[in-house]
């Protein structure tokens, strides 16, 4: 099975919301989540070498650019919150290759580097919503999804 997550990671230097970290998984296992998020379930089983790729929008405002992280466990990353579950999906008996439409999908969304607003956060839901309108996931999967990575973000205090 694959399975594409929302990754979040914790702010540096101070963690608040718009400092928090958004990224997409796509990985050859099952993995669930560990953190103190109610959104975030807990259990956390091994995650196996291989076949994994993190999707992300890396700088900062004018400068961001998509970066791939392959064959990294993300739950390493001592900055590492939670990770929240999209969708699962089989690894073959399909009659395309999902997890390369899905990644090709995710890596033509768009890049904004005009509004000073617009982060990695607003970029995971972009990608996830792109995927819907191309039919490989379903609306109320991003929905969830998207809606559970806004209540981990909102868990920690406002910009000052």
């Known amino acids: 099975m694959y399975s594409l997550s929302i990754l979040i990671f914790r702010g540096e230097p101070l963690d608040l919301r ?27 089983p091994p995650c196996p070498p291989g076949d ?32 929240i579950p999209v969708f699962s999906f089989p690894a073959s008996g399909l009659k395309f290759d999902l997890a390369r439409e899905v990644t090709d999908v995710i890596k033509r969304t768009p890049i904004n580097n005009k509004e000073r607003d617009w982060n990695c956060q607003t970029w995971v839901a972009e990608a996830l919503g792109r995927c819907a309108e ?26 000052e």
């Open 134 to 159: 191309m039919g490989l996931i379903t609306r109320e999967g991003v929905d969830a999804a998207v809606d559970q990575m806004v209540d981990v973000l909102m868990e920690v205090p406002e910009d």
């Open 52 to 83: 994994a790729l993190i999707l992300h929008v890396t700088g900062g405002h004018g400068f961001f650019a998509l970066q791939e992280n392959s064959d990294i466990d993300p739950r390493r990353n001592e900055d590492f919150h939670c990770e």
């Open 18 to 44: 718009s400092t928090r970290h958004s990224a997409l998984y796509l990985s050859n296992d099952q993995s669930v989540t560990k953190g103190s998020a109610s959104a975030c379930p807990t259990a956390l």
